[in-house]
């Protein structure tokens, strides 16, 4: 029925798809973060700390028993065991997205500035929660959920300072 009015397709994994999507979100929330656009967060000086969310997000979703097909366009079988050529597999995935997107506001961040209530609790803090719940460590996803609690919070505002910190702290 939807369809007529919008390209869609069936899904044979609604659970894999919610992660993906999910992880994919975790990506762009970075944007928020640093008040970038998703072109800028997935530049070079960024890729540690990005690398290092859906590395953890992948392993999430594996704890959880889900079989994710992609992590952020990337195989996720090779990026959540950090398998030879994971790296250069989401480099190439970043790439692509970079190309396609890069001029991408995040929504998180649109919310901040309107001072509306985010979902980031239902992304990132998601990731973190499973993560706790399954003995899954992701000491990024959880530095990054701080930050954003904290703008959310209206303690901080985006700043791109705020990123380079988080990718030294993974570095």
């Known amino acids: 029925m939807l369809g007529g009015v919008s390209p869609t397709r069936e899904s044979t994994d609604v659970r894999a798809d919610l992660w993906s999507k999910m992880l ?3 990506v762009t929330v970075l944007g928020a973060v640093g008040g970038l656009l998703l072109g800028e967060v997935l530049a070079d000086a960024h890729r540690p700390l990005v690398r290092e969310v859906l590395v953890e997000g ?4 594996a704890a959880s028993g889900v ?3 992609t992590a952020f366009g990337a195989p996720a079988d090779l990026v959540g065991r950090r398998a030879p050529g994971w790296e250069m597999a989401l480099d190439g995935a970043f790439d692509r997205a970079a190309e396609r997107f890069g001029s991408v506001r995040s929504v998180t961040w649109r919310d901040f500035e309107l001072g509306r ?3 980031i609790e239902a992304v990132t803090g998601e990731i973190v929660r499973r993560a706790g719940e399954l003995g899954v460590a992701a000491p990024a996803n959880t530095a990054v959920l701080a930050a954003l609690r904290s703008i959310e919070a209206g303690e901080q505002r985006p700043d791109p300072a705020h990123l380079r910190a988080l990718v030294e702290a993974v570095a």
Not at 58 to 61: E, L, P, Q, S
């Open 117 to 119: 209530p985010t979902e």
């Open 24 to 26: 994919t979100n975790s």
């Open 67 to 69: 079989d994710l097909p």
């Open 58 to 61: 992948a392993a999430v979703a």
